[in-house]
């Protein structure tokens, strides 16, 4: 309201300073205009009389005082004065002698001459007091000698007039200016105040409190301003209750994702979803580990920057590009891991990928088809050595009683070694499956390693073997007491069968600060280096044919590496050829 008042001051006061120029200006051009008809007046007065050259402009005055010359009458009535002036500015005659005349020093009178010698009526205001105003015009009939009539007016009592014309103006303008502030007031308590409220309602929008507040009063009103605020608080609840409906899906669909994350996080599959660009867009833990990528440096990059496999990116390309699904089985080369990889188009646009770890799987095939072929071969050569005796004696060799004896003997130890080998696949079955639990307890390593070395003994006296035991008296380790004596026959019946007549086998038992150690030790005919990594194997055999001569059946080795696995201890192998072999297993001390 105070800034609407002080303009409208403002503007005022330049208005009435512009009226007041605008009026005074008007007023002096009037006088002028009026001065100079009336010396056009005189002078078509003296061309009647011809008294502009006779000299008597004035010069006969009544007893009154006033000159018998009409317009010279006239403008003594007024108080002016009239001269009867020459070129040369002297004056001639006068027809009034007053104080307007006391200003027509000889330079003002030939300045109005000079004039007068250029327009037809020359008018001026006089600098120093400007309510006079000076009139020169030539005047007709002057012979060779030019002569001029010079008017001094005092027009004051016209401009006094034109004053008092301003002040009454100024009057109107404040009286207009004072029922426009008011008119202004008016307006404003009747409409700006309302709308001012309205629009801090519409502005307003952290105190929901308090806006409500105001569009319920503003309300309450009958007119435009009441319909509007109405209808913004109709407009505020329609907000609020889709606000509320937005909260409420952005929150299911906030479980939903979450729950879908945890869906998908805990999958044993690795999941990894693109989209159209072929960016990462999720990849659950189980992804990040079988391809080994970072998950905090991978959302959003291109699929080519995260797994650098050209069957992997053509499979996705493939699935994003031409919405097909695609499956294969890729090599992951950091692990060597074997992965089953398939991508599947989403609706809209993207793929999903679904990764199956197979490397156990597809281990686990390989032995199967190793065992299978294994036992095949194993089982064939006993067989085959059954039947072909078996024909003989049914052949009429049963009626020769050595050679009977002969092939029944070599039944005999067929059937043995076949019945061994059943037995050892079964015991390696157990181990693998777990369906033989292991009871860990307190066991001696040398007084096991004694009992192993006293059942061997007859063994190794009919090799001529030296078989010993060296080392602590004691030593106990956390294992179960009938596996550790299956893992020391195993490997001291190894040691026995390659190790030559007269040779030295020895058993030692020590510890050192974080394990204990028994290694078993031989003189005998060595591993090269080139087959100690698949010595664990079963039914791998460095010497196929001179195993087969020595009764071994390629499963004692896989027994005892199963078996230490399954106690928790390490087996290890160092070996030359034609310089023995040295087999430890080695038991962590556990807290």
């Known amino acids: 309201m105070g800034i609407y008042v002080l303009l409208s001051a403002v503007a ?18 009037f006088l002028r205009d009026d001065l100079r008809r009336q010396m056009l007046t005189i002078r078509d007065e003296l061309t009647h009389r011809d008294v502009a050259g006779s000299g008597e402009f004035g010069s006969r005055e009544s007893d009154s005082g006033e000159s018998d010359f009409p317009v010279a009458r006239l403008w003594l009535r007024h108080g002016q004065t009239l001269l009867h002036c020459g070129s040369d500015a002297g004056v001639i005659s006068t027809a009034c002698f007053q104080a307007p005349a006391m200003q027509l020093t000889a330079a003002v009178r030939r300045r109005l001459i000079a004039g007068a010698m250029r327009d037809e009526v020359h008018t001026t205001w006089d600098f120093l007091h400007p309510a006079t105003l000076y009139a020169a015009m030539r005047l007709p009939g002057a012979g060779a000698d030019d002569r001029f009539a010079i008017l001094a007016w005092d027009a004051g009592e016209r401009l006094s007039f034109s004053v008092e014309s301003r002040e009454t103006a100024v009057r109107v303008a404040l009286v207009a200016w ?30 929901a409190a308090e806006r409500r507040d105001l569009l319920i009063r503003l309300g309450e009103r009958s007119d435009e301003f009441g319909q509007v605020a109405r209808a913004v608080a109709a407009i505020d609840q329609d907000r609020a209750d889709r606000l509320k409906q937005a909260r409420v899906q952005e929150q299911q669909m906030r479980s939903s994702a979450v729950q879908l994350s945890a869906m998908l996080q805990s999958m ?33 990059r291109p699929i080519f920057e995260v797994v650098r496999n050209t069957h992997f990116q053509e499979v996705v390309h493939e699935a994003v590009s031409e919405r097909k699904p695609t499956e294969m089985e890729l090599r992951v080369s950091r692990n060597n891991a074997v992965v089953a990889l398939s991508a599947s188009p989403i609706s809209g646009s993207g793929a999903v990928l679904v990764l199956a770890d197979i490397t156990e799987m597809r281990k686990l095939e390989s032995m199967r088809r190793d065992f299978v072929s294994g036992v095949s071969h194993e089982l064939k050569t006993p067989l085959t050595v059954i039947k072909a005796c078996t024909e003989t004696l049914l052949d009429g060799a049963v009626e020769d009683t050595e050679a009977a004896r002969r092939f029944l003997l070599q039944i005999e130890e067929q059937s043995e070694r076949l019945l061994q080998l059943i037995l050892r696949m079964l015991q390696l079955a157990r181990v693998e499956s777990g369906q033989r639990v292991l009871e860990k307890q307190p066991v001696d390593l040398a007084a096991g390693s004694d009992q192993v070395i006293h059942a061997m003994q007859p063994v190794a006296a009919g090799k001529n073997i030296s078989l010993t035991r060296e080392g602590e008296a004691e030593l106990f380790v956390l294992a179960d007491d009938q596996a550790v004596q299956t893992v020391l026959g195993s490997l001291i019946d190894n040691s026995l069968k390659y190790t030559p007549e007269g040779g030295v086998v020895r058993v030692t038992v020590h ?8 290694s078993v030790i031989d003189n005998g005919v060595g591993i090269p280096r080139q087959e100690q990594q698949r010595i664990f194997e079963r039914f791998y055999r460095v010497e196929r044919d001179r195993n087969r001569e020595r009764g071994g059946t390629g499963l004692g080795l896989a027994i005892v590496k199963h078996l230490c696995q399954a106690m928790g201890a390490d087996v290890s192998l160092d070996s030359a050829v034609g310089k023995g072999c040295t087999i430890t297993v080695r038991f962590p001390f556990q807290d």
Do not use: W
Request: proline letters at 2%; aromatic letters at 2%.
């Open 511 to 518: 510890a050192d600060e974080s394990a204990a150690l028994v």
């Open 12 to 29: 005022l006061t330049a208005l009435l300073a512009a009226l007041n120029r605008k009026l005074d200006h008007n007023i002096r051009l």
């Open 268 to 300: 044993a599959e690795g999941v990894i979803a693109v989209d159209a660009d072929e960016r990462v867009l999720f990849a659950n833990d189980v992804a990040c580990s079988m391809l080994e990528l970072d998950p905090d440096n991978l959302k959003g």
């Open 178 to 207: 004072i029922c426009g502030t008011a008119s202004l007031a008016i307006v404003v308590a009747a409409i700006v105040a309302p709308m001012r409220r309205l629009m801090t309602v519409l502005r307003q929008r952290d105190d």
